[in-house]
């Protein structure tokens, strides 16, 4: 449930109110907005009488939210969120942002000539797995800690903040010493521990949508990150599993703009891991960036062709270069310069 606050409601009625909710056995979370203040009600499992609330003085009217998620809707929280990722800013009225680097740490020198190559080229932060979540157990599963250190390297080279894979609630301690975005990947979207354990740290997380999650369920697994306490989260398209085999996935695009109608947090594609295809990948990020996306999350490798995974998606260095030439040139025509 929401209770709107008149905009000329003052503090003592606001404390009121949350007097009351606490005294119903509920928890009370005043949002300030910029024209009024909203009060969140949180830990009910049905609905609530609000019969009580109603005759408070201040309250304009309430709303009963019957969806599973609330901290992240747009209905809790009318303004944007901006999530800071190491100084470089993530979501509305911010130039989108461009994450590249490869599916996986390989080796320092693989590393460090992509970091500093994405920084030539405009790039905003450094991606790379070190913990890597693979269909079989037969493949590169990644360099883990050893991994860490070299983005840690590539970081400290390039000046580029860094964004890897968090697989396990019992690494977070681990890993948040060397990301500056942790992110979750499609197969642990729904793996609560670790969605509770990442919200109660101070770091932004980066949230992929499952392969087969519905909006409802990908904002549903954010909520529990938030409901934690920990509002840095940015969601992440990656496609979706449809019948179509031509593609790896299916871009599902049009959820861009529908989740920046529902929720306030920053939407970004990753064209890489949903088309699975590097020719499509340039496209894809354009249409991307067309579509409203905060930013977008691209895999690169120096030499794709040997790369211990994602190879065919990744692009070389010279389409990434040619993509980041067609990426300033929208920002230019799309006014986010
Ligand atoms: C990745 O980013 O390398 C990755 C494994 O992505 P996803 O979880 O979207 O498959
Ligand atoms: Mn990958």
Not at 33 to 62: C, F, M, W
Not at 151 to 175: F, Q, Y
Not at 308 to 314: C, F, R, T
Request: proline letters at 6%.
């Amino acid at each position: 449930m929401l209770i709107v606050m008149n905009h000329n409601a003052t503090q003592a009625d606001i404390d009121t109110i949350v007097k009351t909710v606490q005294d119903m056995g509920f928890r009370a979370e005043p949002i300030p907005g910029s024209e009024r203040t909203a009060i969140g009600v949180l830990g009910n499992h049905g609905y609530v009488d609000d019969t009580k609330i109603l005759e408070l003085p201040g309250v304009q009217r309430v709303i009963h939210v019957s969806k599973p998620y609330k901290l992240v809707s747009r209905d809790f929280h009318p303004e944007p969120t901006i999530v800071d990722v190491a100084g470089v800013k993530v979501g509305q009225g911010y130039r989108p942002v461009v994450v590249g680097g490869p599916c996986a740490v390989e080796s320092e020198e693989q590393i460090v000539k992509t970091a500093l190559f994405v920084k030539k080229c405009g790039g905003d932060m450094l991606r790379g797995g070190a913990y890597k979540p693979r269909t079989g157990p037969h493949t590169f599963q990644g360099l883990r800690e050893e991994g860490l250190k070299l983005l840690a390297i590539a970081g400290r080279e390039s000046g580029l903040p860094i964004v890897t894979e968090i697989m396990s609630p019992d690494n977070v301690g681990l890993v948040a010493e060397y990301a500056d975005l942790m992110q979750v990947g499609a197969r642990n979207m729904q793996n609560f521990d670790l969605l509770r354990e990442l919200g109660r740290i101070r770091k932004p997380v980066l949230l992929k949508r499952g392969m087969s999650a519905t909006v409802e369920e990908f904002l549903a697994a954010a909520e529990y990150i938030l409901a934690e306490g920990n509002d840095q989260v940015i969601l992440c398209e990656r496609g979706i599993r449809t019948y179509e085999t031509a593609t790896r996935n299916t871009l599902d695009l049009s959820v861009v703009p529908l989740i920046k109608e529902m929720s306030h947090l920053p939407i970004m594609v990753d064209p890489s891991h949903a088309t699975g295809k590097r020719s499509l990948v340039p496209p894809m990020t354009l249409a991307a960036l067309v579509a409203g996306a905060d930013g977008v999350l691209i895999e690169v490798h120096p030499e794709p062709e040997k790369a211990l995974s994602d190879g065919p998606q990744s692009l070389t260095f010279s389409g990434f270069e040619q993509l980041m030439g067609d990426v300033g040139k929208l920002q230019t025509f799309l006014g986010n310069s």
